[in-house]
């Protein structure tokens, strides 16, 4: 299964000024919607709390401190799925990870949620592909496939 890490950030890495933020400075929604849709979506309890909108038309799963990831993807019957966020959640998934979607926004917060707080491991990445986000300007999303 395709385990994909979809994320809008700044230029300086961050995914949000604070953990209750709700991102609405993202410029990809609508591909964030298209890549997404019908396939199950994974996310902590901080972003699902952040969220204004259910993701319809995606499974969406809530995950706690309790939960394994193992324990969470091998119960995914679908050929792949995503981690949404927020940074906790994408470090405790890091070691599944397939591939990583982040779209780099033109913004530097300083400080803030990093893409992987605390993350104790290094990973290498190939570029797959750079897509430009329709109706935006020099806007990319960059899909790598990460070599563990
Ligand atoms: N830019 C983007 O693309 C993007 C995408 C998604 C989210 N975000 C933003 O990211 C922010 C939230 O990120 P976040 O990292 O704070 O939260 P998060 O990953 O959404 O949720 C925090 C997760 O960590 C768990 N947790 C808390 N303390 C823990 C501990 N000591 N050990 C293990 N797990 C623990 C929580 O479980 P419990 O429920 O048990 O506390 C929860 O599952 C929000 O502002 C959101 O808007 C941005």
Not at 34 to 45: A, F, K, L
Not at 89 to 109: G, K, N, Q, V
Not at 120 to 142: A, D, S
Request: charged share 20%; glycine share 6%.
């Amino acid at each position: 299964m395709n385990i994909i890490l979809i994320a809008a950030i700044t230029a300086d890495g961050y995914i949000a000024r604070d953990s209750n933020e709700t991102v609405d400075w993202s410029l990809d929604l609508h591909l964030f919607k298209e890549q997404t849709m019908g396939y199950p979506v994974i996310m902590g309890s901080k972003t699902k709390k952040t969220l204004t909108l259910d993701l319809k038309g995606r499974n969406e799963i809530v995950v706690n401190r309790n939960d394994k990831p193992k324990t969470i993807l091998n119960e995914i019957k679908a050929d792949k799925c995503f981690i949404i966020g927020g940074g906790t959640t994408f470090t405790r998934f890091s070691a599944h990870l397939t591939h990583l979607y982040i779209t780099i926004h033109p913004l530097i917060f300083g400080t803030g949620v990093t893409l992987f707080p605390n993350l104790k491991r290094e990973m290498n990445l190939t570029l797959i592909k750079m897509l430009p986000v329709q109706g935006r300007e020099n806007l990319y999303q960059f899909q790598y496939k990460i070599n563990h």
